[in-house]
């Protein structure tokens, strides 16, 4: 039985705050309806990379705060790996949790299932709603109602050191096949290695997946398809990438890992996102910024994909100041606040009028990621989207590193799924 706020309890603490907020009497938690003057506080936990993200991030609340004086905007960065749960305990627990979060889109439904985010539709939170792009609403609605605001959007790409490439001789790889013979003459040419491949997050094997033609499930059949003969072809395809030498893999630490690896120069290549490209600017091969490449992620025996993703702004249920934290996520999703993050962070706008803004249209990162993304491959926005990664990961993991066959991997996997998706293939 769950503990804390139930459906009912949810239900009248919205009512509650919303006969709060429309009451004539001035109030510290919401809106003065005499005056229509917001006030009060809106606790934000925003996911974003901390010491490069988060600065910008933090810098547009306070925008919102200089145009709503009696608002103070607690901002909280919460790291990303522990944002998930944490949201689910305090939201469960009925204590502590924020009044906005930035959700990754596949915790969105997820939320929305457990009752812990309020409906947005006919909210001032959610304006022009013709004007997101439809793949980055997609993740934003459950059951016929609208539970977040897309924030960015994103895919994944391979991003390479353009004179490593030049001084090996080698040409941006386009398949898995042309990977491998790259990283070859990489490793014999300047003694560094070709790819850089993150264990320790089976995010980072999607691509693979993709380009063998499998998927984790198929939402549409409730059927789970992680064990088809697909997915066994991609295990083998990233252990031999490891096992040639082609890339070099972690079981732990593997964003820290990778990025420091890929900044210093010591390999040529990595599968990366938008998200990176403010942390890999830091890095001394690329104090020239010209130095980055990004091309198509590496295309498999089938196909050629990488998963779509990015962030949403939610509003948790419970909240106290609904009224403010509405205005707070209109703001933060707005054309304006937009352009000001790509030109800032170089991170894809999910409004299609966002797109014709200076600081977008020159943007060289979101000129060569928004076709990627929206030939993107959508993960399905089911509840459990989040919870499928970590049986995956565990076996992922093991493949890389020797422990286990892709072939058990995969079943392993499966069986796991199964026991998820109550009544699934």
């Not at 009696?70 to 919460?78: A, S, T």
């Not at 949201?87 to 889109?105: C, H, L, M, T, Y």
């Not at 030109?343 to 409004?351: D, G, I, M, V």
Request: include cysteine; charge should be negative.
């Amino acid at each position: 039985m769950r503990h804390g706020i139930t459906a009912t309890a949810l239900v009248a603490a919205l009512a509650l705050a919303a006969t709060a907020c429309g009451s004539d009497d001035d109030s510290s938690n919401g809106t003065s309806k005499s005056s229509g003057e917001l006030s009060g506080t809106v606790t934000w936990w925003d996911t974003s990379t901390a010491g490069s993200e988060d600065k910008v991030f933090k810098k547009i609340a306070e925008g919102f705060e200089k145009e709503h004086p009696k608002v103070d905007v607690k901002y909280v960065n919460v790291p990303f790996g522990d944002a998930q749960n944490k949201f689910k305990n305090a939201a469960q627990s009925g204590s502590g949790a924020p009044d906005v979060i930035r959700s990754e889109v596949a915790w969105t439904p997820e939320f929305a299932d457990l009752g812990y985010l309020a409906p947005l539709d006919g909210t001032p939170a959610l304006q022009k709603v013709d004007d997101f792009l439809k793949q980055a609403a997609a993740s934003t609605e459950y059951k016929d109602k609208t539970y977040a605001v897309p924030q960015v959007i994103d895919s994944m790409g391979i991003f390479y050191n353009k004179k490593i490439l030049k001084d090996a001789g080698v040409q941006v790889p386009r398949t898995v096949d042309e990977l491998k013979t790259a990283s070859k003459k990489i490793k014999d040419k300047t003694g560094k290695t070709g790819l850089y491949l993150r264990g320790d997050d089976a995010y980072w094997f999607l691509s693979f997946l993709y380009g063998e033609g499998g998927d984790m499930v198929d939402a549409s059949n409730k059927s789970v398809t992680i064990d088809n003969p697909a997915g066994v072809k991609a295990m083998k395809v990233v252990k031999d990438l490891v096992d040639s030498g082609a890339a070099k893999t972690d079981a732990t630490d593997g964003w820290e890992n990778m990025q420091s690896s890929f900044k210093d120069g010591k390999v040529a290549m990595m599968i990366n996102g938008p998200w990176a490209v403010a942390d890999t600017y830091t890095g001394k091969e690329f104090t020239d910024k010209a130095n980055l490449g990004v091309a198509p992620v590496p295309a498999g025996s089938t196909a050629q994909g990488a998963p779509q993703g990015g962030h949403n702004l939610a509003v948790y249920a419970g909240s106290k100041n609904l009224d403010a934290s509405y205005a707070f996520v209109d703001y933060m999703t707005s054309v304006k606040t937009q352009a000001q993050v790509t030109k800032e962070l170089n991170l894809l706008p999910t409004r299609t009028s966002a797109y014709a803004q200076e600081s977008v249209v020159d943007n060289e990162i979101v000129g060569f990621f928004k076709p990627v993304v929206e030939s993107a491959v959508e993960r399905p926005w089911i509840p459990e989207t989040g919870s499928l990664f970590a049986p995956l990961v565990t076996e992922y993991t093991k493949v890389l590193t020797g422990q286990t066959s892709p072939e058990k991997a995969v079943k392993t996997t499966g069986d796991s799924y199964r026991k998820l998706l109550k009544g699934w293939k």
